[in-house]
Structures are given as structure tokens and as C-alpha cells.
């Protein structure tokens, strides 16, 4: 299977764009959910709770947000998605919560955004992929995620060394602010696709536990 990368970005530069953001978020997020949990004191049934619980909140998320995605602009509800994550992110920022129920309500709300982001970036590619495309679509997409996942986690601990635990939420902000501003941008500059064209939102696991072929499989040929 050979990835291509440009026509990738050609097709779909909010796809691309966003994707390696999710990754940089999501990446950075996974990896030191614990360390910020660690720091800010939490027991060790709590930090087991924060870091699971947003993986749920997300896949339950899939739903309502995928079924918005199917009915409207993806950007847009992308770009809802998005800004709803910068307030999470925003809230562990202004009330630097302490207690236990305060950090597992918001990293659930901060949970729900970011796990359902990926699957609306696959199928916003895919609405834009030529027929036979998918599985390289999904393929590129996950490589590019992969990048992302590698810089967050870095990122995001050069933070938390420098300021402190909640600088983490500050560059996933920055991720999610990002995605926000160039969707936004190209949602002015293109047009979005006719809903005879768009395919049906597929739930999709966890990036870093797919293949290119998973959302192929879940969706039948990506589109329906």
C-alpha cells in the first residue's frame, strides 16, 4: 500500500491538518493524564479513573457527534468539537480543581471532544477520497496521527517540566485552537460536499489501536 501524502493534502488539508493536531493532543494527553493527575495529588484509584474515563466519554461521544456530522458541514461540527475541548481545557486552567469529582468531570468533558475528533477528520477525508482511495486515505491519516502522537507527549512533558502540571491543558488548547482557526479558514475558502456524496460516520477505536483498514471494515467501503 503506497501512502500518498500530498494528493492526501490536496484532497483534504483540513483532514491532514487537523489529524497530526488530534495526535499531538490526544498523544500528549494519554501519555501524561497521569503525571498531571500524580502532581495535583490524586489517589491512585483517581488517576486510574482520569485516565480511563475520558476513553469512555469519547466513545460514547462518537454517537451524537457522528450523527451531527452526517447531517451537517464536518468542519463545522469539527470546529464545535473543538471549541467545546478549548473550554474543558480552559476550565482546568481557571478552577485548577483539586478534588477528585472535579478533575474526572472535566477530563470527561475534555475526553468526549478530543476521542470524537478522529473519527470526523476519517470521515471528512474519506467524503473527499476518490472510490478505491480509503484504505490509503485512512493509512495517510494514521501515519500522520502517529507523528503527532510522537511530538505531544514531548511537547507536552517540556511543559509540565517548565510550568508546571497544568501547562499540559495549555498545549492541547494550543492544538485545539489551531484546528479551530484552519478549519474555519478553509470552510470560507471551499465549499462543503454535497450530501449525496458525503459517507456515513463510522465509530472509529482509538487511533493508536487501528489499521488503515479499520474504518473500511466498519463502514464497508468508507462510504454507503
Do not use: C
Request: hydrophobic share 50%; no cysteine; charged share 10%.
Amino acid at each position: 500500500m503506497k501512502l500518498k501524502l500530498l494528493q492526501l493534502w490536496q484532497n483534504s488539508p483540513v483532514a491532514v491538518f487537523a489529524v497530526l493536531m488530534i495526535g499531538i493532543s490526544n498523544g500528549g494527553f494519554a501519555a501524561l493524564a497521569p503525571v498531571y493527575a500524580q502532581r495535583i495529588g490524586l489517589n491512585l484509584t483517581t488517576i486510574v479513573l482520569f485516565s480511563s474515563l475520558p476513553i469512555l466519554a469519547g466513545a460514547a461521544a462518537q454517537i451524537p457527534v457522528g450523527r451531527a456530522s452526517d447531517r451537517f458541514d464536518r468542519r463545522k461540527v469539527l470546529v464545535l468539537t473543538a471549541l467545546i475541548a478549548i473550554a474543558a481545557g480552559s476550565g482546568f486552567l481557571f478552577m485548577q480543581p483539586e478534588t477528585a469529582n472535579a478533575n474526572l468531570l472535566l477530563g470527561a468533558a475534555l475526553g468526549a471532544m478530543i476521542y470524537a475528533m478522529y473519527p470526523i477528520v476519517v470521515a471528512h477525508a474519506n467524503d473527499h477520497a476518490r472510490p478505491g482511495d480509503y484504505i490509503t486515505t485512512s493509512g495517510g491519516l494514521l501515519l500522520v496521527f502517529g507523528i503527532g502522537s510522537i511530538i505531544g507527549p514531548f511537547i507536552g512533558g517540556l511543559a509540565i517540566t517548565l510550568s508546571g502540571p497544568l501547562a499540559l491543558f495549555v498545549t492541547m488548547m494550543g492544538a485545539h485552537l489551531l484546528i479551530l482557526l484552519f478549519s474555519i479558514w478553509r470552510i470560507l475558502r471551499r465549499e462543503k460536499p454535497d450530501m449525496a456524496d458525503k459517507g456515513s460516520f463510522q465509530n472509529i477505536p482509538q487511533a493508536r489501536n487501528s489499521t488503515p483498514e479499520t474504518g473500511v471494515l466498519a463502514g464497508g467501503q468508507g462510504r454507503e
